[in-house]
Structures are given as structure tokens and as C-alpha cells.
């Protein structure tokens, strides 16, 4: 019996009424999530921290305090486009970021230096998902042709298992991202308390600017699980 009969029948053009709630609440979700992140961060950048520290700053000493002397620092252009390369072992700042003494900025800048540390002390989840980056490429980008291809065709229906298994590579690097978030973030505040870079109501600032950001990737997960739900609708249809 096809998966969409549980779910309440047939909706708009041939869909399932059910994959077109998913589909809103996703799309819902990851822009609430992104208008969050935006307005926090933007709240909190014009709050200057006491210190006077400078993203780059920051991130400068908190490096340099856990022996990371030779990972530089550079800036990137764009808005919110903060990194850490783990490839060429760099942490790129946006320019917001870099010259900014906000409470925001600092905030940004230490939650980059925590995906360093993890590296350097081999975190675990962060090693997963370093290993299945490239299954979770080649998913994204060939999961949905893959299974559709399976689906016309009888003789390539092999690909439709290939699909969805490379496609559940792209949902557990999603999940598998959570950890590493929330823990760059927690090695943050944490670093940023204690070495008193910034005071206990501007920490209450950056916590929240970071808890944002960890929202946007919860939105992800969200948002590649419902992907996920559609292959299986779609590979079970193709079977009846
Ligand atoms: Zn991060």
C-alpha cells in the first residue's frame, strides 16, 4: 500500500496532501530561522563589548591560548559567511566579523575557533562528519535524479535504493552537524567567560546571536528528513 494512503489521500496536482505540509512547514522554518539569525546578530553587532576586543581579535587569543599559534585568520566578504576551513586549517572571518567590536562579533568569531579545537583535539562527531562529506555531495546532488531515473525506468530501478541510500548520508551529516554546532558554541561562551573577554550580560548577548545560528542548522536537519520522507513517497508509489 503507498505510504501517502496513511497520510490523508491525494492533495494539489497529484501530490499528497501531506507532502505539501511538510514542504510549507519546512520552508517556513528555515526562513524564520534565517530571519532570526539575521535580526540577533544584527542587535547584538551594535552592542560594543567593554574589552574593546575585536572579532579578530578574539579569535587571536583564544587560538593562540590553546597552542593554535599557526592557524591564521583572514577576512571573507558577505554577510554572516564566518568559517573555519578544516582543508587549509584557516578561520575566515566576514568582515562584520573581523573589525567589529561588538558582542556579536566576538561571539561569531570564538564559536569559529571551537570547530579548530575540535579538530585539534580530535572531536568525534566532527571526524564523522568530515568522512561522509562526500557521499553527502554526491546525495544532494544526484539523490532525487537517481531515484526518479529508477522510477521511469524499470530496468534502472536499482537506482532507486543507490538514491535514497545516498540521500540518508545528506540527513545524518545534518544530524551529525547538530553536535558539532552546539558544542563550537558551548567551548565559546565558555572560553569567553573564563579568559572574562566579555562581562556576564554581554555573554547573555552572544549566547543568544550563536543560539540562533545553532537554529538555522536544527531548520536544516528538518528540512533534509522531509527530503528524505519524499524519496521514500516517491520510491513507494513507483511500486505500486
Ligand atoms: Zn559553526
Redesign the pocket.
Given at each position: 500500500m503507498p505510504l501517502y494512503v496513511y497520510y490523508g489521500g491525494y492533495g494539489f496536482y497529484g501530490y499528497p496532501l501531506w507532502e505539501w505540509i511538510l514542504l510549507i512547514a519546512s520552508l517556513v522554518i528555515a526562513v524564520a530561522a534565517q530571519i532570526n539569525v539575521s535580526a540577533t546578530f544584527s542587535r547584538y553587532q551594535k552592542e560594543s563589548n567593554a574589552s574593546g576586543l575585536t572579532g579578530a581579535m578574539a579569535a587571536r587569543q583564544i587560538l593562540d591560548a590553546n597552542g593554535l599559534q599557526h592557524v591564521p585568520i583572514e577576512m571573507v566578504e558577505g554577510k554572516l559567511s564566518?568559517?573555519?576551513d578544516p582543508r587549509a586549517n584557516v578561520i575566515r572571518l566576514s568582515r562584520e566579523v573581523y573589525f567589529s567590536n561588538s558582542v556579536a562579533a566576538v561571539g561569531v568569531a570564538a564559536?569559529?575557533t571551537?570547530?579548530a579545537i575540535q579538530y585539534q583535539v580530535g572531536y568525534t562527531p566532527i571526524k564523522i562528519r568530515a568522512a561522509i562529506i562526500p557521499a553527502t555531495r554526491i546525495g544532494s546532488a544526484l539523490a532525487f535524479p537517481l531515484v526518479i531515473l529508477g522510477v521511469i525506468f524499470s530496468a534502472f530501478s536499482f537506482l532507486v535504493p543507490l538514491g535514497i541510500l545516498l540521500f540518508t548520508a545528506v540527513v545524518l551529516f545534518q544530524l551529525v552537524t547538530l553536535p558539532?554546532?552546539f558544542n563550537?558554541?558551548s567551548r565559546a561562551l565558555k572560553v569567553l567567560r573564563e579568559r572574562q573577554m566579555l562581562s556576564p550580560q554581554e555573554l547573555k548577548g552572544a549566547g543568544k546571536v550563536l543560539h540562533a545560528?545553532a537554529m538555522t542548522?536544527v531548520a536544516a536537519l528538518i528540512t533534509a528528513i522531509f527530503n528524505l520522507l519524499r524519496l521514500l513517497a516517491i520510491a513507494s508509489r513507483n511500486r505500486n
Open positions: 564566518d568559517h573555519y564559536h569559529e571551537g570547530h558539532v554546532e563550537a558554541s545560528a542548522y
